[in-house]
C-alpha cells in the first residue's frame, strides 16, 4: 500500500494490526513510501521492490507459492509508459500465479472517470489496455462502489475514478476459483482501500465431466465436413426423429474423436513446428529448407488461427479484430467471465440480506396482456437467427 506514515507511526500501526513483519520503501520525491506488512502465519519471500512496486512471493499451508505484486503507477501523465514498461517487465520476470494490486493512475473504460472538467484522453486509457493484454493479465472485477478515488472537489470540478484494481494472470484466476476484491470506505483518504478475498484454492478440487461443445475453431478445418459427413450416415434408421438424433450424437462423438486424433494439444503442436521451423532458420539455407519452411510457416499460422479462434468462442469477445492475436488475454478473460455472472448475495437498499420479502412491480394490464399473447413463427424465427453461431449450444453441445 502507499502511505504517509513514518517511524515511530509504523511501529503503532504494526502492533495494532499484530504484523510485525513489514517493509518499508521511499517513493524518491513523494510525501508517502510503499509498505507491505504481513503476520507469521505467512511464508513471505520478498523478491523484489522499487520505488513503484514491491514484489513477494506467498506460501500457505504448504501449498505452491503464488507471486502479489503491490503496484503505483506514475502520477505524472508523461511518465505512465514507464509504469507499463515496469509491468511489463514483472509480468515476464515469473513463472508464479500472479496477482497486481494497486493504485495504477489509469482507467480502463471512460465510465471509470467521471469529471465535467477534466475527460480523460482516450489514447491514455488504449495504453493501459493494450498492455494488460500484452502481459494476459486481466482486471478481476470488485464489489462496492465504482470509484476508488475522488478529489473532493464541488461540481463542476469534481473528479472520481477507479484508479486502485486487481489485475492477475490466467494462471492465478484458474487457482482462486472464488476471488473476490472489494472496494472498502474511508473518511480519512481520497483513495478507497481495497480488501483482496481469495477464496477456497483450487488445488484438489474436483471437477466434473465436461459435456461436448462445438468448438468454432473446427471449422477452420476442412476435413470438419468429411467427418460430420461420415458420423451422420452411421446407423441411419427409419425413425426420422431418432434418425435425426442420432445422427447428431455421432457426429457428436466423432468430431471429438478426430479433435483428439487428429488435433492432440493444438499449442504443443505449435511449439513443435515453431522449433522446427527455428532449426531451418539457423541452417543452410537450400531450396528444400526454404519449401520447408514456407509449409511450416502456414501450418503454424493455422493452428495459432484455430487456438486463437477456440478461446475467442471460449470468452465471448465480440470487438476482437481478425489477426489481433493474444490466446492467454481470451483465456483469462473466459475464466474471468464465470466468476464475474456469479449472484453472490442480495441485499435490500439498507445493506441488510433480505430473501424473503423481496418487493416486486406489479405489471399494468397492458404490459400484463403483451406477456401472455401467444408467440408468433415470426417472432420465435427471428429471435433464433439473431443469435450469433457460436453463442448458446444446444443440450446436444451444437452451437447455433
Known sequence: METKLHGDEWD????????PQALLVNANGRRGCLALLWNRD??????????????????????DPWRLVGFYGHHE???????????????????????FIGDFNEVFFHYEH????????????????????????????FSGVPFTWCNNFTSPYSTRARLDRGLASKDWIDEFLDAQLKHLSSNTSDHLPLLLNKGTR?????????????????????ETIEVVRTAWNKDRVDDHERNQFGCIQNSGLGLLKWKHDALGNVQHKIDLKQSALDRLNQGTI?????????????????LREANDEYWRQQSRVEWRVKGDRNTTYFHALSAQRGKMSTITLLQDAH???????LHTKKLSAIQRNSLEMEFLSSEVKN?????????????DGMSG
Request: aromatic letters at 10%.
Open 286 to 302: 537450400t531450396n528444400a529448407s526454404k519449401i520447408e519452411a514456407i509449409s511450416l510457416s502456414k501450418e503454424i499460422d493455422k
Open 383 to 395: 429471435s433464433i437467427f439473431s443469435i450469433k453461431g457460436h453463442k448458446a449450444p444446444e443440450p
Open 202 to 222: 483450487r488445488n484438489g478440487i474436483k471437477r466434473g465431466k465436461a459435456r461436448f461443445k462445438f468448438e468454432s475453431s473446427w471449422c477452420l478445418y476442412k
Open 351 to 357: 445493506g441488510s440480506l433480505n430473501l424473503y420479502n
Open 77 to 99: 501523465a508523461a511518465r505512465r509508459k514507464l509504469s507499463w514498461s515496469l509491468l511489463r517487465f514483472i509480468s515476464s520476470s515469473s513463472v508464479l500465479p500472479t496477482f
Open 12 to 19: 503503532n500501526i504494526k502492533h495494532r494490526l499484530k504484523m
Open 114 to 141: 467521471v469529471s465535467q472538467s477534466h475527460p480523460r484522453p482516450q489514447w491514455k486509457m488504449n495504453n493501459f489496455r493494450q498492455m494488460a493484454e500484452e502481459c494476459g493479465i486481466i482486471d478481476v472485477g
Open 42 to 63: 505467512l511464508e513471505v519471500e520478498v523478491l523484489y521492490f522499487s520505488s513503484h512496486h514491491i514484489e513477494e512471493a506467498i506460501t500457505e499451508d504448504g501449498a
